[in-house]
């Protein structure tokens, strides 16, 4: 796999901020930055060794990562959910290594979306529950957009939302575990995107879907991280799904420590 | 938010839900309902008699002196002297009496010979006075009941318990015989001996309800056997007639009870114990060791209060052999509860991490697993409370007839809401072990 584009971030999909946060950065300002970050599970060997590594805002960007190069550990590491030992990661200037847990927390909620896999749901909460949830824990700290999280406006923003990711309406009501695969994928997205978050992680979002499903839901997946101008991490074995990005990158050609060989990676 | 979470969440598990919920509503009910028992029974046995200082007897144990007179259960084979009760009654310190004479029974419900002096001054609950639903006090002895006089028609009067008289289903101005001896089933009708029905006492909740009161020399003259006419006694035991028949002929056997004139019908010769109040409280402890050591007779002397307590600690090792049961079921339902948050954890991993990434504190999931534990176990204690209180309300006339239980419909004490707050607070503890299982998961989340 080539390193097509590097951390320059030329790409063309930055268009003008709607966020006012973005305009205190200048274009330069990374999304994600990572400095010098190792990490290792407790007495394990080293799985994450990278120098230097960002994303520009609005950039998309996927990682080809074949299984057992500390992909998941690496967007565990990028969403906050597991600390470096030594580095640092910062996601719009802000070290989120450096940050309370709690405030890490809700750091996360307001700005990082991940879409795993599967299980992004809670089962037995109705898809509005679950967006509305996740509204829940980003208003939870600071209140920024407070003035837009009023009930009625933020119903609305549901619904436009799963609209424009062409899923029924009357689904609103059902519960997640009711729902087909590609459904529930695309709900993750909404509920991903709900807090207007400046970087959206997604992680083998496709696995569980069929070919057809797969082409629709990335097209759905593309215009709805542009539309909310959202910065984008796409993690994908599957190598066929890069013809959707611009800025192509070899997990391994970053990390350091998957360079060594998967087969010695004894945790993803 | 974490409400509706948690309430979907246990929606979500309906079935292992409704079982946990179901062994801690019984053993929640069974904890508060015998809570309650225990409190009403406690409170009712300390309200039986309040007001008087001093019960005195011939000498016997303060327990037995106490059933007998108060709970009208066993009876005292020994009485006291005529002499020896005038005796202490003209002590300066007491301020009046109540003559008891007890061990006779009508048709299962206690005779107690008394005078009007019970009336007025037997206190019950909190120094209540015993007040009458209809009719009144004796007519035909007088209040000052030390010096008799006797209606020498041979009709005496008789006040009924509440509880006596309706199951007996007598009526002021009916008329009634008596028997001798304690039993549902007596040997020896005194069928001469017609009483009137006088009075009907209000419901007290005390063993004053079962009673049926008749003036002293009334219980003394139908005891006053002729020493002389073996004869007569035995003929008067064997006679079984009803009221009208006994009416016929009340008036010949009367004459030929002459011996109540020889007895001097108008002295009794003994009571079986008697109450006294003091005129003042200090004096209790010098007018009981007085009593104790009277030369002349042997006599034990009680203070109600204390032997109360110590009758109370007798049957109260059954109430917490009862308490600590049901506590143990609870701790058995709480540890099911426990096991069921326990055993969802592994299933709920993949919603712990969804929750995590949308952003959840650790602690959001510890309070969701506390949340749900603790809304089953509330959920368990109102239902309870209510399942309780319909239980006692409907089951509460069966209860006074049958046992003469008097149970409050209001189960909602301060009592009450300390044991739903030690069910929640054990909930608490108890649901920490899945909790914290919860709360380290997500900590560790990967």
């Known amino acids: 796999m080539s390193n097509l584009l590097n951390e320059a971030g030329a790409d063309g999909s930055t268009q003008p901020s709607k966020n006012p946060v973005n305009t205190l950065f200048n274009e330069q300002s990374p999304a994600v930055l990572v400095e010098s970050v190792v990490f290792s599970y407790v007495s394990g060997k080293r799985i994450i060794d990278i120098k230097k590594w960002r994303l520009n805002k609005s950039e998309h960007v996927f990682l080809y990562g074949p299984s057992g190069c500390g992909k998941s550990t690496l967007l565990n590491l990028f969403s906050g959910i597991l600390t470096p030992q030594q580095g640092s990661v910062s996601i719009l200037n802000t070290d989120i290594t450096g940050l309370k847990p709690s405030k890490r927390d809700c750091f996360r909620a307001q700005h990082i979306g991940v879409v795993f896999q599967q299980f992004n749901l809670v089962p037995y909460l109705s898809v509005l529950d679950n967006i509305r949830l996740a509204m829940h824990f980003a208003n939870d700290g600071a209140d920024k957009q407070s003035t837009d999280k009023k009930s009625t406006t933020k119903q609305e923003r549901i619904i436009s939302m799963l609209q424009a990711l062409q899923l029924p309406i009357d689904c609103i009501q059902r519960k997640a575990s009711e729902l087909s695969v590609g459904q529930q994928q695309r709900v993750a997205i909404a509920r991903a995107l709900i807090n207007k978050p400046d970087v959206l992680i997604v992680d083998e979002p496709t696995s569980a879907l069929d070919a057809s499903a797969k082409d629709a839901f990335m097209k759905v997946l593309i215009e709805t991280a542009k539309s909310s101008n959202a910065a984008l991490i796409f993690v994908s074995h599957d190598q066929s799904l890069a013809s959707h990005f611009k800025r192509i990158e070899a997990l391994f050609d970053i990390n350091d420590s998957a360079a060594l060989g998967p087969e010695l990676d004894s945790k993803v | ?446």
């Not at chain 2, 015993?130 to 007519?139: D, N």
């Open chain 2, 1 to 446: 938010m974490i409400l509706n979470v948690a309430k979907q969440s246990l929606l979500h598990r309906k079935v292992s839900v409704l079982l946990t919920f179901l062994a801690l509503l019984v053993s929640v009910s069974l904890l508060v309902s015998i809570e309650h028992i225990r409190k009403e029974a406690k409170n009712s046995f300390y309200r039986t008699v309040s007001g008087v200082d001093l019960i005195v007897g011939a000498r016997t144990g303060q327990i037995n002196l106490l059933l007998s007179s108060v709970f009208r259960v066993g009876a005292n084979a020994n009485s006291v002297s005529w002499q020896s009760y005038q005796r202490i009654i003209a002590n300066p310190q007491v301020d009046w009496a109540i003559p008891l004479s007890l061990g006779d029974s009508h048709k299962g419900f206690a005779v107690i010979g008394t005078t009007n002096d019970y009336f007025e001054h037997y206190r019950y609950g909190d120094k209540r006075k015993l007040s009458f639903q209809t009719g009144g006090r004796f007519t035909n002895s007088d209040v000052n009941e030390h010096k008799q006089v006797t209606s020498m028609n041979n009709h005496f009067d008789v006040v009924l318990g509440a509880d006596a008289a309706k199951q007996l289903n007598y009526q002021v101005g009916e008329q009634i015989i008596m028997s001798h001896g304690v039993g549902k089933v007596s040997f020896s009708h005194h069928a001469e001996h017609l009483f009137t029905v006088v009075g009907i006492l209000q419901f007290t909740g005390t063993p004053v309800d079962q009673g049926v009161h008749a003036g002293l020399n009334a219980i003394e003259s139908i005891h006053a056997q002729p020493k002389t006419s073996l004869a007569k006694k035995n003929r008067s035991q064997t006679s079984l007639r009803t009221s009208k028949q006994a009416q016929d002929h009340n008036h010949d056997e009367h004459d030929e009870h002459d011996e109540h004139d020889e007895y001097g019908l108008a002295q009794p010769t003994q009571v079986s114990a008697f109450m006294l109040g003091l005129k003042s409280r200090i004096a209790v402890l010098q007018v009981q060791r007085q009593v104790n050591q009277d030369k002349l007779e042997p006599l034990s002397a009680i203070i109600p209060g204390v032997a109360l307590g110590e009758l109370w600690r007798l049957v109260g090792a059954v109430e917490n052999v009862l308490r600590i049961i049901s506590a143990a079921v609870l701790i058995a339902s709480l540890l099911g509860l426990s096991t069921m948050l326990l055993a969802s954890l592994r299933e709920r991993k993949a919603e712990i991490s969804v929750l995590r990434i949308m952003g959840a504190k650790p602690s959001f999931v510890f309070w969701l697993l506390q949340l749900e534990a603790l809304s089953i176990a509330l959920g368990a204690c109102v239902i309870a409370v209510v399942l309780v209180t319909g239980t006692i309300f409907l089951s509460n006339d069966w209860l006074l007839a049958e046992y003469g239980l008097s149970l409050s419909v209001n189960i909602l004490s301060i009592h009450t809401l300390w044991v739903i707050g030690a069910v929640l607070i054990a909930t608490f503890v108890i649901a920490l072990i899945p909790s914290i299982g919860a709360y380290r998961s997500a900590r560790a989340l990967a």
